[in-house]
């Protein structure tokens, strides 16, 4: 059984921005076969965060995320990172692509099963800077070895296939699948996600 509601967002979290001098006039690629769009539409959202160098052994960071439709919890990644990234903010980028990447796939299997998604989907994340950087033209990144998700994060965002916002650590969901919780924190973020 899926809760069918839709989550409730401070849209003033989400501020709209015109990226046509950066990546001009960017859409998202949406196949011309479709098959035609049936039922209610699905609003789909996205929580993102990192538990910085968590391996003690190698420092690499462990990624998590819970993608969302409605507020039913349909997909979860919980991965140790390929990299060893020496911030917090270079790891919380690189899980962002990652859920980036999630998140074009999945807009797209909905699609092609003809249910309809209303807006862009709606990415939490609880580093300030990383949102700072995804969601502002004027932001300059002077990480080279991160340019590839910065650019990846910010052409979704440019093309309107997502929003990223902040969400605070207390009540970010996808710190389930990163970190290690007391029980009592776990149990509020598993009330959100469970009957």
């Known amino acids: 059984m899926f809760d069918s509601t839709y989550i409730t ?3 003033a979290a989400f501020t709209p921005v015109n990226w046509e001098q950066i990546y001009g006039d960017i859409e998202e690629e949406i196949p011309k076969n479709l098959p035609q769009a049936r039922g209610n539409p699905v609003q789909v959202s996205m929580f993102t965060d990192v538990a910085h160098a968590r391996d003690l052994i190698t420092r690499r960071s462990q990624t998590g995320i819970i993608l969302m439709h409605n507020s039913a919890p349909i997909l979860w990644h919980s991965k140790r990172q390929a990299t060893v990234e020496v911030s917090s903010f270079g790891s919380e980028f ?14 797209y299997k909905l699609r092609m099963m003809g249910i ?3 807006g862009p989907t ?11 950087n995804s969601t502002k033209p004027e932001s300059v990144l002077k990480k080279k070895h991160l340019s590839i998700c910065y650019h990846k994060v ?3 965002c440019a093309k309107g296939a997502a929003r990223v916002a902040y969400e605070p650590t207390e009540t970010n969901l996808a710190d389930i699948c990163a970190k290690v919780l007391p029980r009592t924190t776990r149990k509020v973020l598993c009330g959100y996600l469970l009957y």
Do not use: K, W
């Open 9 to 11: 967002f401070n849209e």
């Open 94 to 107: 690189v899980a962002l692509r990652t859920g980036v990447e999630m998140n074009d796939s999945f807009r």
């Open 116 to 118: 309809p998604i209303t």
């Open 122 to 132: 709606n990415i939490l994340c609880d580093n300030q800077y990383v949102v700072n």
């Open 154 to 156: 910010r052409e979704c």
